[in-house]
């Protein structure tokens, strides 16, 4: 089959291929490894009014640091464009994301634009946000009527001091708390709160954070401490292995394992024997999820990422701009998905050599 090429210049991307042959979208999409195309995070913005030591260190991400061009990012029509593709190959679940997508001016009327979009069997699109939740008191009412479903908010830890460690800005957990309750009060619920655990620095929370988030209707979930980008110094030995954080919650606050929600669910669901709710914990280096991996990623700028540890994406803002039909682009889009081979965590997991020297792009500009 012969191929046409559309190549563009930016050093993060490779170029994207519009197969000559185009075939109509089926729903059923599915890679190297038989996973489907289910999931879709499209990053609305590479600002963030937090300085995370995992995400956008302060020494790399400081003020003389060269964000995005307004005229680079997509705008909010091609991003919808873009979405009905994509739900067009079996996308049900949107997740807006970041940087800190709240910032992204009239973010609201995104929300609206997406929630009028319909699944391939009619259905309302599952569409969600994460947050920092410093503007989430603010934005929760107009983000809930403009169609947004859920809300997860990071949050790693409890105590002031740990926390304004880790967010290296001076920002307080009371006012993602009073986040957290306004977006629960409005219906963006359940609200699930994410926990990134580094091993050393934030460790000593893990419990006040089970305590605090027990009983209640916030589905708290610990993340290890991940290998995303390339700023953030990530060391083995600072990763507190999932295992360790349900044993440490267990010895206190008896657990149980209980079955995932869908297939390809990042999150092992443990709840309280008490019935107090339940925890999550996502083991991307521990245990590896690949094999059910079903999430694509759209950076800010429209280059798809099929892996959240890719080295390069694939431009398909070029496509939108160059007068490229809506069938070339999902031509594109399902050329590059049944390529899909990536499994990054599980390759980590092995230790097959060379891993560590992949110049992977940053969080901030991917999406988490």
Not at 22 to 34: F, K, N, S, V, Y
Not at 140 to 169: C, E, I
Not at 171 to 177: C, I, M, Q, S
Not at 218 to 239: C, H, P, Q
């Amino acid at each position: 089959m012969s191929e046409k090429i559309i190549v563009f210049t930016d050093q993060r991307s490779q170029a994207a291929v519009v197969p000559a042959v185009l075939e109509a979208p089926t729903g059923e999409l599915r890679d190297q490894l038989a996973r489907p195309l289910h999931d879709l995070r499209i990053s609305v913005t590479d600002r963030c009014n937090f300085r995370c030591v995992y995400c956008m260190p302060k020494e790399v991400f400081d003020k003389d640091y060269n964000y995005l061009p307004h005229s680079s990012l997509l705008s909010f029509e091609e991003i919808t464009r873009i979405a009905k593709i994509f739900i067009a190959h079996g996308v049900e679940k949107i997740r807006l994301t970041g940087g800190e997508p709240l910032l992204r001016k009239n973010i609201e009327k995104l929300v609206g634009m997406l929630a009028e979009l319909k699944t391939v069997h009619g259905k309302p699109l599952d569409l969600t946000l994460t947050t920092n939740g410093s503007l989430l008191a603010r934005k929760a009412q107009s983000l809930k009527d403009a169609g947004l479903q859920r809300v997860t908010v990071s949050l790693d830890a409890l105590d002031d001091a740990v926390f304004k460690r880790m967010n290296d800005v001076d920002f307080a957990v009371a006012d993602v708390l009073h986040g957290v309750d306004v977006a629960h009060s409005v219906g963006l619920g359940p609200v699930k709160v994410n926990m990134v655990v580094k091993g050393g620095m934030n460790d000593q929370e893990i419990l006040p954070m089970a305590r605090y988030f027990k009983g209640t209707p916030t589905i708290l979930r610990f993340i290890e401490y991940m290998d995303v980008g390339a700023s953030n110094g990530w060391k083995l030995d600072e990763v507190l292995p999932s295992a360790e954080v349900a044993r440490r919650i267990g010895a206190e606050l008896p657990l149980e394992p209980i079955a995932a929600n869908y297939s390809g669910e990042t999150a092992e669901r443990w709840r309280y024997l008490d019935g107090g709710g339940e925890i999550g914990l996502i083991s991307s280096v521990t245990q590896a999820f690949c094999q059910n991996c079903t999430r694509a990623r759209l950076s800010t700028e429209g280059k798809l990422y099929t892996c959240l540890f890719a080295t390069r994406g694939h431009d398909l803002r070029a496509l939108l701009r160059n007068g490229s039909s809506d069938a070339q682009i999902a031509g594109a889009v399902s050329h590059l998905w049944q390529a899909r081979g990536d499994r990054y965590s599980e390759l980590r997991s092995s230790q097959t050599a060379g891993l560590g020297e992949r110049q992977k792009v940053e969080m901030s500009y991917i999406g988490g």
